[in-house]
């Protein structure tokens, strides 16, 4: 019956690595270390669950041992081979197979077995948790009853730590008490930090992951490690154009967790500006920066606005307020003289440097803010006022229009009020405010009576 084969990656030939431990705890050479010899172990776990999720793959234990085979390599692969065809008796059920290939392949090359190196096991300088998972390692195959493991186990505890763990009972349980020792390590480890003496802190909680002292599976030494950092170079190759944080040959480090913290920095202040180079403008934002030992323009925006660059006689390595590399940490590129325009009309001719990987078009550092003195206002952003070096140098006169002829009108709106006098009898001539054209304009008063007009009969 055909057999498919999922895609399984298994090495048994692969050996066991656990933390270097450092026995000076027991006197020894502090440079001398153990290392065991470990034989083939077939991964029956693997094999078990693999068995466990597709019964219906394998009708029969010989099936599964042609499985297990199959996945052989080397000597071992040619020790079945000759079980096989001989038709050996261990090839007809999986359980004496595997006890007959752990006799043949399964013994430890080590000079210690396996009682005798978990009763040698100490932590000294390793940190509680590599210790704790070497124990555990070799506790799962001892035999030992948990009272015996569990006094294995504090006996090669850290000397501090041991010293912490008296207070406890061996009635809490091998688990428990290796809860315990791990918290008491971390207390330890936060304490040394207080003090300022964290000088054993690996003892007390797990490093963090190496640093670039170790390239694959070489480290460096200390001398290598202490002249690289003397000279600036880069610890995972050795260059001097880079840092680590910015090696090229340097693997990324898969990140295991990301912690959010909410932002309360407030938003940078950009200003508005024009750069001007050969005939060409381009409109972009400038910061002002006085923490800034000079003047640079993004590369990203020079390479948007293919503009050319040329070298810098002189190479210059920027950090940030924590010493980190800012961008690739290195400039050494400059932009030829170029025109710059913040506003309408401040207007100057400079020379930027080239900022690698930088997030903002331009920044204006102490030396220009130091010359130009703008007076700033901080809540809008807006410039108040320039230096009197600018009002010289830098700001432009407003153009002036040209002065044209103007025609003025005008018109006149006659007066109610007539200058001139009725020709009216002299017997009227009291009554002449009646006969004036302003009174044609006016109504007469309302009278409270009402004056009866007769008409006569016959009247015309």
């Not at 050996?15 to 431990?21: A, G, M, N």
């Not at 210690?112 to 210790?131: G, K, M, P, T």
Request: glycine share 4%; with cysteine; net charge negative.
């Amino acid at each position: 019956m055909p057999i498919n084969l999922p895609c399984m990656s298994l090495d048994w030939g692969r050996k066991p690595e656990y933390p270097e431990e450092t026995p000076e705890a027991r006197g020894e050479h502090a440079n001398s270390t153990h290392t065991a010899e470990v034989g083939i172990e077939p991964p029956t776990l693997e094999c078990q669950l693999y068995f466990e999720m597709l019964p219906h793959q394998f009708s029969g234990d010989r099936a599964k041992i042609a499985f297990i085979i199959s996945l052989l390599s080397g000597k071992a692969c040619r020790w079945a081979e000759s079980m096989w065809t001989t038709e050996s008796p261990v090839m007809q059920s999986l359980d004496p197979f595997l006890v007959h290939f752990k006799d043949v392949f399964g013994t430890s090359t080590s000079a210690l077995s396996v009682h005798d190196e978990l009763f040698s096991l100490w932590q000294a300088n390793r940190a509680i948790h590599d210790y704790t998972l070497h124990f555990h390692t070799l506790a799962a195959s001892s035999g030992w009853n948990e009272v015996a493991l569990l006094s294995a186990y504090r006996r090669g505890l850290n000397p501090k730590i041991r010293q912490q763990m008296a207070i406890y009972d061996d009635s809490m349980g091998l688990e428990l008490f290796m809860l315990k020792a791990q918290h008491i390590s971390q207390r330890l480890f936060a304490v040394s930090i207080e003090e300022g003496t964290p000088s054993d802190a690996s003892s007390f909680c797990s490093s963090p992951a190496p640093e670039p002292m170790q390239t694959d599976q070489y480290r460096l030494l200390a001398d290598e490690r202490q002249r690289r950092l003397h000279q600036r170079l880069c610890l995972y190759c050795g260059e001097n154009d880079h840092l680590l944080q910015t090696c090229p040959a340097c693997p990324p480090r898969p990140t295991v967790s990301t912690i959010h913290i909410s932002s309360t920095v407030a938003t940078p202040c950009y200003h508005d500006a024009v750069v001007i180079h050969a005939s060409r403008s381009f409109s972009m934002k400038v910061l002002f920066d006085s923490g800034s030992f000079g003047n640079f323009i993004s590369s990203h925006l020079l390479s948007a606005c293919k503009v050319p660059r040329q070298r810098n006689p002189t190479r210059y390595r920027i950090t940030t307020i924590q010493g980190k590399p800012l961008g690739k940490g290195l400039v050494q590129w400059k932009m030829s003289e170029l025109t710059l325009r913040i506003g309408c009309l401040h207007e100057e001719t400079l020379s930027l440097l080239v900022l690698e990987e930088s997030a903002v078009d331009v920044v204006l550092g102490r030396r220009w803010l130091a010359k130009h003195q703008p007076n700033i206002r901080w809540i809008s952003g807006s410039i108040d006022q320039w230096s009197d070096y600018c009002l010289q140098h830098c700001l432009r006169s407003l153009p002036l229009r040209t002065p044209e002829m103007a025609l003025l009108g005008s018109t006149t709106i006659e007066s109610p009020v007539s200058s001139t006098q009725a020709n009216l009898p002299g017997e009227y001539q009291d009554y002449q405010d009646v006969f004036t054209q302003m009174a044609t304009t006016k109504m007469l008063p309302h009278r409270p009576w009402d004056c009866a007009i007769d008409l006569l009969p016959g009247a015309w």
